[in-house]
């Protein structure tokens, strides 16, 4: 015989259940009627949600034409417009701004200036050797050596600042190889066949060489503009 005890208790257990279903269907119709209300509110195209937008391609700016050539040597270039500075001016800023960066943590003792025009106040070009890093966690430390020339042409008003000479030494510790720019982080070598995304190995090159890139060229153009 089942005690009126525990009929009670087996009562009280489904009259909850009971409930519980019932409010979830509940919440469920109810957000049904809220999506639809949502889409019913959205008549103007300012309001509705730009699909394209919210799946834009994060590696978008790393893509076709971001590494530029010039006679088939990869070459990036910007002119920095410095109104109101003279050419000497714009000369000593960059060349100060040179040589602070062959002095940096992450510079071998190779880079340096190799040409300054202290006369004319028309050109500078130096050479660096640096550390560019991949990742780096506990462990793992994916790096190679990066080596470019970095110049400025100068005069009065803008300089127009280059980053050529471009190649890698990777691996360096264990298997060491030399990697061009202009076999390694082009379009056709750093890019899959549809261009739509970075190559599976040396796109990580291309990434990092094109965030370089912006640094200097922004941080120059910073210096420049004060």
């Excluded at 920095?80 to 000593?92: A, E, F, L, M, T």
């Excluded at 890698?168 to 739509?196: F, H, S």
Aim: overall charge positive; glycine content about 4%; some cysteine.
């Amino acid at each position: 015989m089942i005690s009126r005890k525990l009929l009670y208790l087996c009562t009280i257990h489904i009259t909850n259940a009971t409930k519980f279903i019932t409010m979830k269907k509940l919440t469920i119709a109810l957000a049904m009627l809220l999506s639809v209300g949502n889409i019913v509110a959205q008549d103007n195209t300012w309001e509705q949600v730009d699909v394209k937008s919210e799946k834009a391609n994060p590696d978008a700016k790393y893509l076709a034409g971001a590494v530029p050539e010039v006679n088939g040597k990869v070459v990036f270039e910007k002119v920095i417009h410095v109104p109101g500075k003279s050419q000497k001016q714009i000369y000593d800023i960059l060349l100060t701004q040179f040589t602070k960066m062959t002095k940096e943590a992450n510079q071998f003792e190779q880079s340096r200036i190799v040409l300054s025009d202290s006369v004319n106040n028309a050109q500078l070009v130096a050479s660096y050797q640096e550390w560019l890093v991949f990742k780096n966690k506990p462990l793992v430390l994916d790096r190679t050596r990066l080596f470019f020339y970095l110049s400025a042409e100068i005069k009065d008003g803008e300089a127009t600042v280059k980053m050529n000479r471009i190649y890698y030494l990777y691996d360096e510790e264990r298997l060491p190889t030399t990697y061009q720019a202009e076999e390694w982080i082009t379009d056709r070598y750093g890019l899959n066949r549809k261009m739509t995304k970075l190559a599976r190995v040396s796109g990580k090159f291309r990434r990092k060489t094109i965030d370089r890139k912006d640094f200097i060229f922004n941080k120059l153009e910073q210096e420049l503009l004060k």
